[in-house]
């Protein structure tokens, strides 16, 4: 069964509007952890933001925010005034069990997004 | 904050020949490395796991002879694709954990672009 999902393969949003990228998780260990990447047509794997099952409060960083819905299994992650520099693929990330070096993480199947100017 | 270097960044062999990707820690002492395979416009997948001084552990469906992993120590891991063929061409991406993991906790390298012909 697909542990992460990302509904959408491409997605158009407007220099400078807000975009929102979907991810649903599932699993059955009470700890986990939620990450976003970045990745660039160069390849490279950028960290984005971070959110542990029991963190109380949605984590931001700078334009990026995750919509953490722990009920509905989901960890949106939300973009804040798009610039053409965020065109990429983007990849929802989990990782089961508590934050032991040897847990692994699983990926979604990537979003990408494209910013119009 | 942690880097993991990755080389090479891209390669070209012939079929048949083997080819040896490095991942080092520069700043972190690595007790796990990932090893992940990406296809053009797919997600990542993971191939096995690795810990400092054992064996790696192989994802179902990842030859283990044909991708040796050594992890000989906490800075540096390999993976050798060996008697490569055009169907290896993919893109390799490691993926380093220290013992302690902050709330980012896993640091990619650059990838390696394989291309085999």
């Known amino acids: 069964a697909q542990k992460i999902t990302q509904t959408q393969p491409g997605m158009f949003v407007q220099e400078k509007e807000a975009v929102t990228l979907d991810c649903t998780y599932d699993?059955?260990?009470?700890?986990?952890?939620l990450f976003w990447y970045k990745q660039p047509s160069s390849g490279e794997m950028i960290f984005l933001i971070y959110?542990?099952?029991?963190?109380?409060q949605n984590a931001t960083e700078g334009r990026y925010s995750l919509n953490f819905q722990k009920a509905r299994k989901s960890a949106n992650l939300v973009i804040s005034a798009s610039q053409l520099g965020d065109s990429a693929m983007y990849f929802c990330?989990?990782?089961?069990?508590?934050?032991?070096?040897?847990?692994?993480?699983?990926f979604g199947g990537g979003t990408r997004l494209m910013v119009k100017p | 904050g942690a880097v993991v270097s990755q080389h090479p960044s891209r390669v070209i062999c012939k079929s048949g020949t083997s080819v040896k990707i490095e991942c080092r820690s520069l700043?972190?002492?690595?007790?796990?490395m990932f090893w992940y395979r990406q296809f053009p416009k797919q997600s990542l997948m993971l191939m096995a796991t690795?810990?400092?001084?054992?064996?790696?552990?192989?994802e179902q469906g990842v030859e283990k002879d044909k991708f040796l992993i050594n992890h000989a120590s906490l800075t540096l891991s390999t993976l050798t694709v060996t008697s490569a063929h055009p169907e290896d061409s993919s893109f390799y991406i490691c993926?380093?954990?220290?013992?302690?993991?902050?709330?980012?906790?896993?640091?990619f390298g650059s990838g390696t672009r394989l291309t085999v012909v």
């Open positions: 993926s380093a954990r220290g013992a302690t993991g902050a709330s980012g906790g896993y640091t």
């Open positions: 699993t059955s260990d009470p700890s986990y952890g």
């Open positions: 959110q542990g099952s029991y963190d109380q």
């Open positions: 990330a989990m990782r089961d069990g508590g934050n032991n070096a040897g847990n692994m993480l699983t």
């Open positions: 700043d972190f002492q690595a007790t796990t």
């Open positions: 690795s810990n400092e001084g054992s064996k790696a552990t192989y």
